[in-house]
Each structure stands twice: as C-alpha cells, then as structure tokens.
C-alpha cells in the first residue's frame, strides 16, 4: 500500500466518511505511540495521507518507517 514519494514512504486511505478516518487516524495514533514512531498525517473528510520517515535520520526512510508502514497496512486490511 505504501510507496516512496518525495523520500517519503506515502499511502491514501479513503474511508466511507469522517468518522471512519477519524476511527482509522485513531488507530494509527495507538500503533506510533507503540513503536515510538510517528507518522506525518493529512486529514481530509473521508481521506487520510500517511506519511513516514525518520525525522531523526535526517528524513530518511529507515527500517522504523518500513515497520511503521507495513503495521498501518494492516490497519486499513483489518477495517475493510
């Protein structure tokens, strides 16, 4: 689900509404705070762009984001 753009790895999760993003971001947050990683996050309505790299590394894609990313894919599966 993810790929790299801009040096980022970068997903679009589309929700029915704004309460199912919500619920989604939701569970992103829980799964970042976990790893210890975070994510930069673009709400919009029913749309949420997740985007990770390693802020500490310079804003290089690190082994983090990949684990951070695969865990966020699991999500979206798991919801569908």
Do not use: Y
Request: hydrophobic share 45%; charged share 20%.
């Amino acid at each position: 689900m993810f790929s790299e753009v801009n040096g980022k790895l970068s997903s679009t999760f589309v929700f029915a509404d704004f309460d199912e993003a919500m619920v989604f971001v939701d569970a992103v947050a829980q799964v970042a705070n976990e790893q210890n990683h975070h994510p930069d996050l673009t709400i919009s309505w029913n749309t949420v762009i997740v985007e990770c790299c390693t802020h500490s590394a310079g804003g290089a894609i690190t082994e983090l984001d990949h684990t951070l990313a695969r865990a966020i894919s699991e999500l979206k599966e798991v919801n569908q």
